[in-house]
């Protein structure tokens, strides 16, 4: 039986097949509607960036993010905020500092794809290690 949604019940169907199997990968709505989210917060240049350098360079705080991307500590802060309500990042503290993680989860799969375009090969201090091909 073919998933057409009633309210289309009379529509002009090429495919009847193709048309069920798109439809079944639509099926849930919240899941897709998330992955929006996570596509629309990653969008923007500045939190791509904080996300990124987060990926690579490990736990910062605000002020080591700020100069790391060119932003005032103030955007840093704005920007973090929202990453945290998405469920992107976390904060902890370490004495006096607020040093912020990137989470497991979709965001994190989505900058390992972003990192293969975006990040530039080396060595990175923090990690002690190479972080990509340096070839």
């Known amino acids: ?3 057409v949604p009633e309210a289309l019940a009379g529509a002009r169907v ?4 193709q048309v069920c199997d798109a439809v079944a990968v639509l099926a849930d ?3 897709v509607a998330e992955v929006a989210t996570v596509l629309d917060v990653l969008g923007e240049v500045n939190r791509l960036s904080l996300l990124l350098a987060l990926q690579h360079a490990g736990d910062l705080c605000v002020s080591d993010l700020a100069v790391a991307v060119g932003m005032s ?3 840093v802060s704005h920007a973090l905020r929202l990453l945290r309500a998405h469920g992107m990042v976390t904060a902890h503290r370490e004495g006096r500092l607020v040093r912020y993680r990137l989470t497991d989860g979709l965001a994190r799969r989505v900058l390992e794809i972003v990192s293969a375009v975006a990040v530039a090969p080396g060595a990175l201090h923090a990690h002690g290690a190479d972080d990509g091909d340096a070839s």
């Open 1 to 3: 039986m073919h998933k």
């Open 29 to 31: 709505a919240t899941k």
């Open 73 to 75: 500590d103030s955007a």
């Open 14 to 17: 090429i495919d009847p097949d």
